[in-house]
């Protein structure tokens, strides 16, 4: 199963909203609404920010949100703020009873 | 709250074998599914495999289906990852984490080196 495809980085300035795709196939992302979201700052374990392609867990605010069209997942999140910046990383679940994340983007708050 | 510690880092030659403990706290540990994922330094997460502690039944990833195994005590809430035949692409941090298809907390990590 090959990796989720994620643009390597993403940029924006304080206040600001900015979009990541993340493009995988009908065999995951495509056929199940299975996507996940994390954010990951250096030296810490991921953190889960959206399941189930839109949910937020407990405690993640609302300025995250997610969505898919097709086989591409997307995560927004609007009115960055300098805690923002981090690794973002996707997720699916697939036809083999699998997980396969994405490559990762980094998020940089100007 | 749900806590998730993980045995501390390892220093292994290649062709040895690694297991690595993770043991849970704060809810009932047969409710949850419990996933191994590693991430070499400066790549992504890679899903290796996870295991139901109530029905027994484990997953694993194709790459590592063969030198894997997931196994848990319910006894004692651990579970553990052992990877066997290592060479130096295994050099890694290693997570265990809570869920089935998607991880809502995560252990802090274990790093495996694996270096001669």
């Known amino acids: 199963q090959s990796a989720l495809i994620q643009p390597a980085s993403v940029s924006g300035s304080p206040g600001q909203s900015i979009t990541i795709s993340c493009t995988g196939t009908?065999?995951?992302?495509?056929?199940?609404?299975?996507v996940s979201w994390y954010q990951q700052h250096p030296g810490k374990a991921p953190k889960l920010m959206i399941h189930?392609?839109?949910d937020r867990p407990s405690g993640i605010s609302n300025r995250f949100s997610g969505a898919k069209s097709g086989s591409t997942a997307s995560l927004t999140i609007s009115g960055l703020q300098a805690e923002d910046e981090a690794h973002y990383y996707c997720?699916?679940?697939?036809?083999?009873?699998?997980?396969?994340f994405g490559g990762g983007t980094k998020l940089t708050v100007l | 709250q749900v806590q998730l510690v993980q045995s501390g880092a390892e220093v292994k030659k290649p062709g040895a074998s690694v297991k690595v403990s993770c043991k849970t706290s704060?809810?009932?540990?047969?409710?949850?599914?419990i996933t191994w994922v590693r991430q070499a330094p400066g790549q992504g997460p890679e899903w290796m495999g996870r295991?139901?502690?109530?029905?027994?039944?484990?997953n694993y990833d194709q790459k590592f289906q063969d030198r894997v195994t997931v196994t848990t005590d319910t006894s004692t809430m651990t579970a553990y990852m052992e990877l066997r035949s290592l060479t130096s692409d295994d050099t890694a941090y290693y997570f265990c984490?809570?869920?089935?298809?998607?991880?809502?907390?995560w252990g802090q990590g274990t790093l495996v080196t694996v270096s001669s």
């Open positions: 984490a809570t869920g089935r298809n998607w991880f809502d907390t």
């Open positions: 704060g809810y009932t540990f047969a409710n949850s599914h």
């Open positions: 295991t139901s502690p109530y029905y027994g039944d484990t």
């Open positions: 009908s065999s995951d992302i495509g056929g199940y609404n299975s």
């Open positions: 997720s699916s679940y697939t036809n083999i009873n699998t997980v396969v």
């Open positions: 189930d392609v839109s």
